[in-house]
C-alpha cells in the first residue's frame, strides 16, 4: 500500500497529510492532531500555534531579545537529560553515588537558608467559591488556584493602594489562563492590567470571559527566555508588578525567575532607581526531572559543592523518581522518594540562593496537600 507524501508548515515544522482520498491503515494518522491536510495548508499557516513564535522574532515584538533570560550565552548548553527508569541497573551505581553526594550538600548548605523547612500552609480564597461551581470537574485544580490565590492576598498585592499608580499583573506559562481568570474575580480592577505569557496558543482561553468586561488583558505568546519584561510597556510603568505561575515546568521555572531579576536590574538601572517598582513573584513549581543545566538559575552554586553538568543530568534523573517510583510500586518506593525530594529541595535551595542574593525576599510554602498534587510547593518572593 502505497503511503502518502509528507509536507511540512513553514511555521510550527509540523507534517501536513498529502493525499486526501486515502483510506486504510497509515502511519501518519498517528500525527493527526498535530497536522493538517494539504488543501487546508494555506490557510493553517494563518492560525499556526507557530506563527506567532516566528513572528516575535521581528519587530512586531519589541521585548523579543534572544536569550536573555537563559545562561545559554555565559556557560555551556546541555541538552534536556532524558528521564530514566528508577530501576536502570546500568547506572545504578552512579545514582546510588549521586543520591549520597546530594544528602551531604543538602546537610552542609541547608541550615543556613529561612526558606526551609518549609512550610505548611493549605489556605482557601473564600471569594472563589463561585469558580469552583462554575468548574465542579476540576477537583484538583480548583483548591489550587483558591490557595495560590489565597497566598498572594496575605501579600497584600490584589487590592489598589491608594496613592499608588497602575499595576501589572503577569502569568507565566499560562496556557489556558484559569489562574488569571480566578484572579480577577477577586483583584480590584482599578488601574490594573493583567498580560498573559505562553509559548503556545490555545482555544477557548479563558481570557475570552472578559473582552466584553473591559477588563485590560493580553496574551503574549513568546518563550518566556527571550522575554524582556522591561521593554513591555505595561510592566515598566507600573508600580506593582506581580508575577505568577501554576506548575511551571522545569526550566521554565529559571527562565521566569531570571526574567524577573533582569527586570528589577534593569528598572533600578534608569535614570530615577526610586521608581523601580514593588515585585511580587507567587509560582506553584513543578517537574523537576525538567530542569536543564543551561537553564538552571544558580549554577554556581552547584559547580562550587562539585556538581557539574553530567552530575545535573543524573539529578534530574533521580527527580523523576517522586512521582515515577510511586507509578511503578517499586519495592523500595520510600528511599527513592525520598532521595527525589532531597534533589528537589537542592534544586530549589540554589534559585532561593540566587533570588535572595539579587536582594529578594524568599519563602516556600505547601500549598495543598500531596493528594491533591505531588508538585505542592509554592514559591514566594517579594522585592525589596
Not at 469552583?132 to 489565597?150: F, G, M, N, W
Not at 506559562?173 to 505569557?197: E, P, R, W
Amino acid at each position: 500500500m502505497k503511503l502518502p507524501t509528507c509536507f511540512v508548515c513553514p511555521c510550527c515544522k509540523k507534517n501536513c497529510l498529502a493525499c486526501l482520498a486515502f483510506s486504510g491503515p497509515c502511519r501518519y494518522l498517528t500525527l493527526r492532531a498535530s497536522s493538517v491536510l494539504v488543501e487546508n495548508l494555506k490557510s493553517h499557516v494563518k492560525k499556526c500555534p507557530g506563527r506567532n513564535r516566528v513572528s516575535a522574532k521581528t519587530s512586531t515584538y519589541t521585548f523579543y531579545v534572544a536569550d536573555i533570560n537563559s545562561n545559554a550565552a555565559r556557560g555551556t548548553a546541555c541538552p534536556a537529560p532524558a528521564v530514566l527508569s528508577s530501576n536502570d541497573d546500568q547506572a545504578g551505581d552512579a545514582k546510588k553515588s549521586m543520591c549520597a553526594k546530594i544528602v551531604s550538600v543538602w546537610n552542609e548548605c541547608s541550615p543556613s537558608c529561612t526558606a526551609f523547612p518549609v512550610q505548611v500552609a493549605h489556605l482557601h480564597h473564600q471569594g472563589l467559591e463561585a469558580t469552583d461551581k462554575e468548574y465542579p470537574q476540576s477537583r484538583k485544580h480548583s483548591p489550587q488556584l483558591s490557595s495560590i490565590v489565597a497566598h498572594m492576598q496575605e501579600l497584600n498585592v490584589l487590592q489598589a493602594t491608594p496613592g499608588h499608580g497602575p499595576r501589572c499583573y503577569l502569568e507565566i506559562g499560562a496556557g489556558k489562563a484559569k489562574l488569571t481568570h480566578a484572579l480577577t474575580q477577586v483583584t480590584d480592577a482599578a488601574n490594573a492590567s493583567f498580560i498573559i505569557v505562553d509559548y503556545s496558543r490555545f482555544r477557548h482561553t479563558a481570557e475570552k470571559q472578559h473582552t466584553m468586561k473591559g477588563d485590560l488583558i493580553s496574551r503574549l505568546t513568546i518563550d518566556v527566555k527571550d522575554l524582556d519584561l522591561s521593554l513591555v510597556p505595561q510592566a515598566s510603568r507600573a508600580d506593582l508588578v506581580v508575577a505568577y505561575g501554576k506548575h511551571v515546568c522545569g526550566g521554565a521555572t529559571d527562565f521566569m525567575l531570571r526574567c524577573m531579576i533582569n527586570f528589577v536590574e534593569k528598572m533600578r538601572g534608569r535614570a530615577v532607581p526610586a521608581n523601580c517598582p514593588a515585585v511580587c513573584i507567587a509560582l506553584a513549581l513543578c517537574c523537576f526531572h525538567r530542569c536543564t543545566w543551561d537553564a538552571y538559575l544558580d549554577k554556581d552554586f552547584l559547580t562550587s559543592h562539585g556538581i557539574g553538568e553530567e552530575n545535573f543530568k543524573t539529578m534530574a534523573q533521580i527527580a523523576s523518581w517522586r512521582t515515577c517510583a510511586l507509578d511503578a510500586g517499586a519495592a523500595d518506593v520510600g528511599d527513592k522518594v525520598g532521595a527525589a525530594t532531597t534533589v528537589r529541595d537542592l534544586l530549589l535551595l540554589g534559585r532561593v540562593k540566587a533570588l535572595e542574593q539579587a536582594g529578594w525576599h524568599v519563602r516556600l510554602v505547601e500549598y495543598v496537600d500531596k493528594t491533591v498534587s505531588p508538585e505542592n510547593i509554592l514559591l514566594l518572593a517579594t522585592y525589596p
